[in-house]
């Protein structure tokens, strides 16, 4: 396996036709800083490139999937008043655009099958990466899927202007994002998004981990999965395109917000609990 940095939020390993990525720091939620998301996207890419691995998994830990872009990562990037940028556009095209559609680009273009074990909720960027996945799998009705951009002053990201009404319908896609309410267990289950729920206590997300691997490997047993990445090519070209151009897209819309500095004044509100979201 090619080498790769590591990362204390993020690890990985390989078992057999599986290559497992996991969150792992429990204490803020998972949350994840830019270059935390760069280095989930390098994974795949690693992932992506070995032929030993036919399906990636992401895991991960304690009560929340992930909760989204980290408000201290994005009060860094607030700060970064260099020189080495000429203006706010030029300092938001490299610490939100290229990170944001870079990341995007490489879940879009996996050609493994990406199987996401949802232990609870996830939101934000992380949540459009979850709906990016192919097969999702819940440890409990706890789960929710929030993207909160309309409290946060920004808009669609992560490929959702495309994968949300795809996988559970425009109306309900509009009125979720609309009134920023989180997709539900419900929402999830009657749109076949969650293939199976575990129903398994949320203290116990490494067991859940750990059944749902086991399931997978008896699965899998017997399996040509060259056939399944065969499937899963065909299965994307549906797609695919709309995927790429809502990419560039979303990151181009989403500029001008960063610019202006509404999502820097809302997530620091969010940072001193001076703003929540409803769920
Ligand atoms: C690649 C480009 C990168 C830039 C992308 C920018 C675009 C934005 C993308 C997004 O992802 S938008 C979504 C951002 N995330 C959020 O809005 C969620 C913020 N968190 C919350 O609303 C709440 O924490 C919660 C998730 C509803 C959970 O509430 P609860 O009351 O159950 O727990 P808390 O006490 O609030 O949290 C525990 C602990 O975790 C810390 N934490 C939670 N979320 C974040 C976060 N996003 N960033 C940093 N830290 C987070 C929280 O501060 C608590 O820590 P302590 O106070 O205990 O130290």
């Not at 990985?12 to 996991?22: L, V, Y």
């Not at 949802?118 to 440890?139: E, F, H, K, R, T």
Request: aromatic share 12%.
């Amino acid at each position: 396996m090619p080498e790769i940095r590591q990362n204390e939020k993020i690890s990985h390993r390989i078992e057999g036709p599986f290559f497992i990525i996991q969150l792992i720091n429990p204490d803020n939620l998972n949350a994840l800083e830019g270059e935390d998301y760069i280095y989930l996207g390098e994974l795949l890419e690693l992932a992506d490139k070995n032929s030993d691995v036919y399906f990636t998994i992401l895991q991960s830990s304690g009560r929340f999937f992930s909760s989204g872009a980290d408000f201290k990562g994005i009060a860094k990037a607030q700060e970064d008043n260099g020189a080495k940028y000429a203006s706010e556009t030029s300092k938001w095209l490299s610490n939100f655009v290229a990170r944001n559609v870079y990341v995007t680009d490489v879940f879009i273009k996996h050609s493994k099958v990406l199987v996401c074990c949802l232990n609870g909720p996830a939101i934000g960027l992380s949540a459009a990466l979850v709906a990016l996945c192919d097969i999702v799998y819940s440890m409990n009705d706890k789960v929710y899927l929030l993207y909160p951009f309309a409290n946060l002053g920004l808009v669609t990201e992560g490929g959702t202007a495309i994968s949300l009404p795809l996988k559970f319908g425009a109306n309900t896609t509009y009125e979720r994002l609309m009134f920023n309410k989180p997709f539900n267990y419900d929402i999830m289950t009657k749109s076949g998004f969650i293939s199976k729920n575990f129903n398994m206590p949320s203290s116990n997300t490494e067991a859940f981990n750990a059944e749902l691997l086991k399931e997978l490997k008896g699965k899998v047993e017997g399996l040509y999965l060259p056939s399944c990445l065969g499937m899963k090519k065909l299965l994307k070209s549906n797609h695919i395109g709309s995927f790429n151009e809502i990419n560039s897209m979303e990151v181009n819309e989403s500029l001008k917000y960063w610019v202006d500095g509404e999502p820097l004044r809302r997530f620091s509100q969010l940072g001193s609990k001076q703003r929540k979201h409803r769920l």
